[in-house]
Nanobody, 125 residues
Framework: QVHLVESGGGLVQRGGSLKLSCVVS????????MAWFRQAPGKERERESV??????????HYGDAVKGRFTISRHDVLNTVYLKMDRLQPEDPARYYC????????????????WGQGTQVTVSS
């Protein structure tokens, strides 16, 4: 059984930064493509990933809304994927979910097999 556990969410001022972590257990982390999705309050989870990274770390995708502000990285020894969020904006508050799958490319939520419970990010103005 594959488990994903996110952490690092919290309250931050507009323009501030947060770093989210997602630890994966029970699977072959080094073989997984990883992604972060988000669900804003009162809205459905976004259909496409906010960011994603392939198994080797040399392929990354950033959604237009976060390009230049968010950075995804992975640490295969620690079985962890990170999401560094800088210059947080009023449109960024959401529950952020980590997800994994074996194949990289499809950025839609339906393509991902395993999910965490999410971590909440709140931005104050």
């Amino acid at each position: 059984q594959v488990h994903l556990v996110e952490s690092g969410g919290g309250l931050v001022q507009r323009g501030g930064s947060l770093k989210l972590s997602c630890v994966v257990s029970g699977g072959a982390f080094a073989d997984y493509a990883m992604a972060w999705f988000r669900q804003a309050p009162g809205k459905e989870r976004e259909r496409e990933s906010v960011v994603s990274i392939n198994f080797s770390g040399n392929g990354k995708h950033y959604g237009d809304a976060v390009k230049g502000r968010f950075t995804i990285s992975r640490h295969d020894v620690l079985n962890t994927v990170y999401l560094k969020m800088d210059r947080l904006q009023p449109e960024d508050p959401a529950r952020y979910y980590c997800a994994s799958r074996y194949y990289y490319g499809d950025q839609t939520a339906e393509a991902y097999d395993y999910w965490g419970q999410g971590t909440q990010v709140t931005v104050s103005s």
